[in-house]
């Protein structure tokens, strides 16, 4: 009985530390340790589906209703924090995807700029995170290194108890990196007073790469760290300002632009004749939390620039299967992305301290990768989604959640067969040791 109760207590205070933001990300949690941590986050997912491997190709329908079942751990994050001094902070993430068979690509440029493909990561593992924080004053510190792009709801707050489903939120993960994580430097902070407060991130970091570009995703694919240096001649400038007045309420937006995504690409002959190729992305978000109700809702605009060009270039990238691209085109000028979810807390409209954490959901989503084209392609109408999940979040600790959820979505406005599936996870948070 005592382990139970010690194992309770230290379950909950992992979840004071993690309640809504990682340390990492917020910078604000310095006192919970006084020289490391070691913690992480993971996942574990099955699906159940009723539809086939392809929308794309061989059936005019869409997708094929043929019934299968995958399952999978989509990522299993190990962090550790260090500090040198209470104001220099060490900070590292290292994420293991999928038990991943990942590959690295070099351009050969004593052969012609051929791209080589080497089998040398082990998997399909990343660094998520690595950077050094000076802590200066509540309203300005430092941060350098690679860090996570706080673009949208979810890569500020990805970890997988700061959403409902069983996966992360399928519209802004189709048309943003997830977890986007680049190298570069940081400002942040927190201003206000009298229980209104902001808090800030400027950033200056690894512009997206156009080669990554395609129809499927528009820029998620851009990210350029697929390559053993990223090329940082045009950076990525990025805002995020959240707001918090209200208890239990944020309300944030973010913005990212880059002056010219073809000069961060691996050949940069292909896109110079077109000049500069900007991208702007904006993102709106908010959360409100209480013991009755948790609802979050998110909202993705973008805008590529000269498009059409990026289109004509990708499509004649040269091919073969060591090419890390997908060359779908066309490329859209525009994306959109946008959804809302909400939970209802049963312990805490029962008023019962017996009744289970236990969370029903539903949630909506829509995302067009492909909401204005204007190559001669046009639009592909099956990359215009729409779908509902509902389910439930049992949360047999405060930071170990256990979720079922069912998902439909429908295709192109109707005109494709729609899509449904089950599926059951389990996904943990936290700091297991600390000193």
Not at 263 to 292: E, H
Not at 345 to 358: H, R, W
Request: hydrophobic residues 35%.
């Amino acid at each position: 009985m005592k382990s139970k109760k010690k194992l309770l207590t230290i379950a909950l205070a992992i979840s004071a530390s993690l309640s809504n933001v990682s340390a990492q990300e917020s910078g604000n949690d310095t006192d919970s340790y006084q020289k490391f941590r070691v913690g992480g986050y993971g996942e574990m997912v099955a699906n159940f589906k009723d539809y086939g491997i392809n929308r794309y190709y061989g059936n005019a329908e869409g997708n094929p209703k043929t019934h299968r079942n995958t399952i999978s751990i989509p990522r299993f994050v190990l962090a550790f924090d260090y500090k040198f001094t209470p104001k220099w902070i060490l900070g590292t993430e290292i994420e293991f995807e999928s038990g991943g068979t990942g590959t690295a690509y070099e351009l050969e440029n004593t052969e012609n700029g051929e791209y080589e493909t080497e089998v040398e990561k082990g998997g399909e593992v990343a660094l998520e995170q690595f950077h050094i924080t000076r802590l200066i004053l509540p309203e300005i510190n430092v941060r350098v290194g690679h860090m996570i792009v706080p673009v949208g709801l979810t890569n500020s707050h990805h970890e997988p108890i700061n959403f409902f489903g069983t996966s992360r939120p399928e519209g802004e993960t189709h048309i943003l990196p997830s977890t986007w994580h680049e190298t570069g430097i940081e400002l942040f902070g927190t201003v206000g007073h009298g229980g209104a407060t902001f808090d800030y991130q400027a950033m200056v970091v690894a512009g997206l790469n156009a080669n990554g570009f395609d129809r499927k995703s528009w820029p998620a694919g851009g990210k350029s760290s697929i390559f053993e240096q990223d090329n940082f001649t045009s950076p990525g400038y990025v805002a995020r300002i959240d707001y918090r007045g209200v208890p239990g309420l944020r309300v944030g937006g973010s913005w990212y632009f880059c002056n010219n995504i073809g000069a961060n690409s691996d050949k940069p002959t292909t896109y110079k004749q077109y000049g500069d190729i900007p991208l702007r992305i904006y993102t709106v978000d908010a959360q409100y939390s209480d013991r009755f109700v948790t609802f979050r809702g998110n909202c993705i605009f973008g805008n590529l620039g000269k498009s059409n060009a990026v289109t004509t270039a990708n499509a004649s990238l040269s091919g073969g299967s060591q090419l890390p691209y997908t060359k779908a085109v066309p490329v859209a000028k525009r994306a959109v992305s946008y959804g809302a979810e909400l939970g209802f807390n049963l312990q805490g409209i029962t008023g019962s301290a017996k009744c289970p954490v236990i969370y029903p959901f539903a949630r909506y989503e829509y995302y067009n990768p492909q909401e204005e084209v204007i190559a001669r392609q046009g639009a592909d109408k099956r990359e215009q989604v729409s779908m509902w999940t509902a389910g439930l979040n049992w949360k047999a600790l405060p930071n170990l959640v256990f979720k079922a959820d069912y998902t439909t979505r429908k295709i192109g406005g109707g005109k494709f067969n729609s899509e449904n599936e089950f599926a059951i996870g389990v996904a943990y948070v936290g700091w297991f040791w600390s000193k």
